[in-house]
Nanobody, 114 residues
């Protein structure tokens, strides 16, 4: 069975850091583009960062602050989030996508508040 399990969310102060992790199983991890999305209350779900075998992409709002990485041996993807802002508050979702199939994790809450 396919599983994407996020961890690492929590409450942090503005300017702080969090590292999110997503553990994947049940599919050929290396053949999928892995992404982090986020959704704040009342807002559209948006792409935060994506990593394929060759490229990384970041939303303009997080560029220079967040770093996405993957480990194709451990089948994990991570999102290092630095200099967090209140507007980063959202549920963060791990996504796996290829041409034929996409999968979603359950989400992990990130709250940035003083």
């Amino acid at each position: 069975q396919v599983q994407l399990v996020e961890s690492g969310g929590g409450l942090v102060q503005p300017g702080g850091s969090l590292r999110l992790s997503c553990a994947a199983s049940g599919f050929t991890f290396s053949r999928y583009t892995m992404s982090w999305y986020r959704q704040a209350p009342g807002k559209q779900r948006e792409l935060v960062a994506a990593i394929s075998s060759s490229t990384t992409n970041y939303a303009d709002s997080v560029k220079g602050r967040f770093i996405i990485s993957r480990d194709n041996v451990k089948n994990t993807v991570s999102l290092q989030m630095n200099r967090l802002k209140p507007e980063d508050t959202a549920v963060y979702y791990c996504n796996a996508q290829n041409v034929f199939q996409g999968y979603w994790g359950q989400g992990t809450q990130v709250t940035v508040s003083s």
